[in-house]
């Protein structure tokens, strides 16, 4: 049973236009969610994350969204650069403190 | 202080022979987790540690795995009589506090290959 699902593998959007990348949770007893960015033979690196207190989380370009009636959260991206061409994971926990994982989306920015 | 290590980044191994992974946390982190990930999928949650006591064990980790964390320091993860369904990236993260704005930390990983 997936608690935390990311139906898009693959995503490409063009250099400078918005990504949004999506994530759908079951456990309605996660309270915290982070999104996470993957580069090939590295371990994910933190990029973001809000409280179930929140509805809208803002660092610089990266922006996340929660929808807790819906158990659906999101991360855009704007401007979208090529170099945020990665793996996007994201990640739930629960009062355990321990990460629950989607199984990513590769995002892919064209130039 | 640079991040979270681990060691070795790459492993091969015969099916059957015995694995140990180590993981050098953050210093001030607390709290160390193992989790694993295979091709596609996102990291699994293995094993936690918070200082020298392992808290939690997932269900996946069965009897010839075994992780310990000796004084809270580093921690050492050792596979015995490997299986191929083992081969996968083992990450090790570490964190001192999750929440307000914080995750963890993940090393690089070790990628274990079992032929």
């Known amino acids: 049973d997936q608690q935390v699902k990311q139906n898009s593998p693959s995503l490409s959007v063009q250099e400078g236009r918005i990504s949004i990348l999506n994530c759908d949770y079951t456990?309605?007893?996660?309270?915290?969610f982070l999104w996470y960015k993957k580069y090939p033979a590295e371990g994910p690196t933190f990029l973001i994350s809000?409280?179930?207190?929140?509805d809208k989380n803002e660092d610089g370009r990266f922006t996340v969204f929660l929808n807790k009636s819906a158990k659906h959260l999101s991360l855009h991206i704007v401007p979208s650069q090529p170099g945020d061409s990665a793996v996007y994971f994201c990640?739930?926990?629960?009062?355990?403190?321990?990460?629950?994982f989607g199984s990513g989306t590769q995002l892919t920015v064209l130039p | 202080d640079t991040g979270v290590s681990q060691d070795p980044r790459h492993k091969i191994t015969k099916r059957g022979q015995n694995v140990t992974f180590r993981c050098d946390p953050i210093?001030?982190?607390?709290?160390l987790y193992w989790y694993r990930q295979t091709l596609g999928q996102g990291p699994e949650f293995l094993t936690y540690?918070?200082?020298?006591?392992?808290?939690?064990k997932s269900r996946l980790l069965s009897d010839r795995f075994s992780a310990e964390r000796p004084k809270g320091s580093f921690s050492t993860l050792e596979i015995q009589r490997t299986e191929q369904g083992d081969s996968a990236m083992y990450l090790c993260?570490?964190?001192?506090?999750?929440?307000?704005?914080?995750?963890?930390?993940f090393g690089s990983g070790t990628r274990l290959t079992v032929v």
């Open positions: 993260a570490s964190s001192f506090l999750l929440g307000q704005g914080h995750g963890y930390t």
């Open positions: 456990n309605s007893m996660f309270d915290y």
């Open positions: 809000i409280s179930s207190i929140k």
């Open positions: 990640a739930a926990a629960g009062s355990a403190r321990q990460l629950t």
């Open positions: 210093s001030e982190h607390n709290r």
């Open positions: 540690f918070q200082n020298e006591a392992q808290l939690e």
